[in-house]
Structures are given as structure tokens and as C-alpha cells.
């Protein structure tokens, strides 16, 4: 069984920086799909990031300001998120499958999630 557990979130003014790890337990997830989703009140959860090897791919709207990156030896993943807007904000979750593809849309397996809160 895969365990996801996130750490990193927190309250931040806009334009500022936060850094989210997602550190897995359970097995070695180097071959596995990794992911990032948020979810904003009232909102539906939305992809904001995955990994899959060493390719990545990230939502139009925050490309050029987060950064997906992993490191297999720690099987942590990471999203780098820097010059942050309010609309940024929300409860964001690490995610993880045994498919590897990065285009995929079926997570097998979901964190309890952080939240980030982004003060204008």
C-alpha cells in the first residue's frame, strides 16, 4: 500500500514562494506518475502539475511559476511555486500511479492534501 503524505503549505503574500514535498512510503515510486491537484473553495479539484519519468507537465495558467521535480532516493516529490497569486490558493494534493504516463487521469492513489493560502 502506498502512503502519500504532503508538507510545505502555509499562508504566503502574493508574489512570495512556498515549496510542497509529497514524501511516499510504502514502495518505490521512481516508475510511478506523480501528481499534483489542487482544490479551491467552492471549486472543483483541478491538475496542477505531474512527473513521470523526467518529463513533466503543468496546468497553462501557472507554467513559467511552479516546477514539478522529484528525487528517487528520497521518493519525495516536490512543486516549487513562486510568484504566487491569490488565485493560487487552495488545498493541494500530492498524487501517485503505477501506469507512468504523464498524460494520464486516474490516481490510484491521494494524500490528505496542505493548504495554501495566498493574502493579496
Known amino acids: 500500500q502506498v502512503q502519500l503524505v504532503e508538507s510545505g503549505g502555509g499562508l504566503v503574500q502574493a508574489g512570495g514562494s512556498l515549496r510542497l514535498s509529497c514524501a511516499a512510503s510504502?514502495?518505490?515510486?521512481?516508475?510511478?506518475?506523480m501528481g499534483w491537484f489542487r482544490q479551491a473553495p467552492g471549486k472543483e479539484r483541478e491538475f496542477v502539475a505531474a512527473?513521470?519519468?523526467?518529463?513533466?507537465r503543468v496546468l497553462n495558467s501557472v507554467k513559467g511559476r511552479f516546477t514539478i521535480s522529484r528525487d528517487n532516493a528520497k521518493n519525495t516529490v516536490y512543486l516549487q511555486m513562486n510568484s504566487l497569486k491569490s488565485e493560487d490558493t487552495g488545498v493541494y494534493y500530492c498524487?501517485?500511479?503505477?501506469?507512468?504516463?504523464?498524460?494520464?487521469?486516474?490516481?490510484?492513489?491521494w494524500g490528505q492534501g496542505t493548504q495554501v493560502t495566498v493574502s493579496s
Open positions: 498524487a501517485a500511479d503505477r501506469n507512468g504516463l504523464i498524460t494520464t487521469r486516474q490516481y490510484a492513489y
Open positions: 510504502g514502495r518505490t515510486l521512481s516508475d510511478y506518475v
Open positions: 512527473i513521470a519519468g523526467q518529463t513533466t
